[in-house]
């Protein structure tokens, strides 16, 4: 299938510190991508976007990076925190299309 | 919440069977995609709806299929179930066709297929 992954990476990280979450995206005529957060019995939840004309694109406490050279997206979270614990998807898109592709999701576990 | 619901919540069904599954979007948005999300894995394009018509389709036999309704609400349909249609089905719903719109996604329907 076009989003595989057996094995969900897990990143563990200090209630406070930051977090930087990273997805290799797959298609280099990808030209919109999203990050979302999914908790547990939860579907995800939209976090922020950015368009393949910017590389950088902030919210509150989160930013996103895109390098499209290296077909490379991350999520940076501010000072994290017990509530950010949930799985992270990258999804990329592609204008005439009509679906996201997700990427296989980090585990992001908060440690107090 | 993002104001799209999905019914049922939970599902048991045996092989072979039928199953229809359910979604209201949220108000004022007319397109619908729906997404299968196996254990440990990132969800799967199944298709998308938009003003009641199918607007593209993921790699999925036609055993599965769909409706929008004149409220834009939808169903997914799945005939002869097998054994890996095991998943949460979500759907999400974005407020108009394409994709540079974010989709917002009801909390899923966990089907069990033994």
């Known amino acids: 299938g076009e989003s595989v992954g057996l094995h969900l990476p897990t990143l563990s990280v200090q209630e406070g510190d930051n977090s930087i979450i990273n997805c290799a995206y797959s298609?280099?005529?990808?030209?919109?991508f999203i990050w979302y957060k999914q908790e547990s019995g939860k579907g995800p939840q939209f976090i922020i976007d950015?368009?393949?004309?910017?590389d950088k694109r902030q919210g509150q406490r989160v930013t996103v990076l895109l390098n499209k050279t290296v077909k490379h997206l991350s999520l940076q979270i501010a000072a994290t925190q017990p509530g950010d614990s949930a799985v992270y998807f990258c999804?990329?898109?592609?204008?005439?299309?009509?679906?996201?592709?997700f990427g296989t999701g980090t585990r992001l576990k908060v440690l107090a | 919440e993002t104001g799209v619901t999905q019914s049922p919540t939970h599902l048991i069904k045996t092989r072979g069977q039928q199953v229809t599954l359910r979604c209201s979007s949220q108000?004022?948005?007319?397109?619908v995609s729906w997404y299968q999300q196996a254990l440990g894995q990132g969800p799967q394009f199944i298709f998308q709806?938009?003003?009641?018509?199918?607007?593209g389709r993921g790699n999925f036999p036609p055993r599965f299929s769909g409706l929008q309704f004149p409220n834009y609400s939808s169903e997914l349909n799945v005939n002869a179930l097998e054994l890996d249609d095991s998943a949460l089905y979500l759907c999400?719903?974005?407020?108009?066709?394409?994709?540079?719109?974010?989709?917002?996604f009801g909390a899923g329907t966990r089907l069990s297929v033994l």
């Open positions: 108000s004022g948005h007319n397109t």
């Open positions: 709806y938009y003003r009641e018509e199918e607007n």
């Open positions: 999804a990329e898109t592609t204008s005439g299309t009509y679906k996201y592709i």
């Open positions: 999400a719903s974005s407020p108009s066709g394409g994709v540079k719109n974010i989709q917002y």
């Open positions: 298609n280099s005529a990808s030209d919109y």
């Open positions: 950015i368009r393949s004309n910017m």
